[in-house]
């Protein structure tokens, strides 16, 4: 019989939506005088690690910045290869089939390419009843763009200004029906929020780190978590 009982530890808790700034590829690729294809190749799959990683602990969402609606002022070589790494992906039919990852696009995608578009609503349609991560892919996203057209909406159906509230545009985002993301992690040593999701993370914490994302490993992942889990959330209360 033992003696001594073993101290139960404080049970962990996981941020019910984490939202990852997925940056540093570029850099991560000039380090190694690699093109800087090779980094957002390098990018994408850490990408594929890090969401398996976060379905196996149990996360419920996670939400990627793959392409913003900046990102279309870069080099058209490099954002022709960004489309071309995310088709892949799409077409890859390894990834997370038979994973139980519920996957959603959030941004506009009437301009991207009519295939990746058809890939996007096949993946999304073969996803829809997983029951594990859902992981939201953010691509030609832009958080002011997104609220911009939840405004338009509201005006068209014909709301009156003053019944206008916060829950009409909640419901009008991409994330729709969604937990706000709580938790907000930027690698690259960046300390800004390009546009992400800025309505959502209004009482989101941050977490920002030197790493570059290619570099980003499971147990930074991990580490990220335990601070989340030393953070005093009050959500304007005491
Ligand atoms: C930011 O790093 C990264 C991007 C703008 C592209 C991210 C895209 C991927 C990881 C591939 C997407 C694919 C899938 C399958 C979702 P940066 O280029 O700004 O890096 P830098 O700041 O070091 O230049």
Redesign the pocket.
Known sequence: MPIFKKKKTAERILPEHIAII??????WAKKRALP?TA??AA??KK?KEIARYCNKIGLKYLT?Y??STE?WKRPKDEVDN?MK??KE?LEDTKNFKDENIKLQFIGERSVLDPEIQRLMKQSEEDSKNATGLHLN?AINYGGRDEIVHAVKDIIASGVKADDVTEQMISERLYTSGQPDPDFIIRP?GEYRLSNYLIWQSAYAEYWFSDIL?PDFKTSDLEKAIDDFNKRNRRFGGV
């Open positions: 997925m940056d540093g590829n570029g850099r800087r980094g957002h990018g994408s990408f990627v793959a392409f990102n960004i790494i995310f992906y892919i690259s994302w």
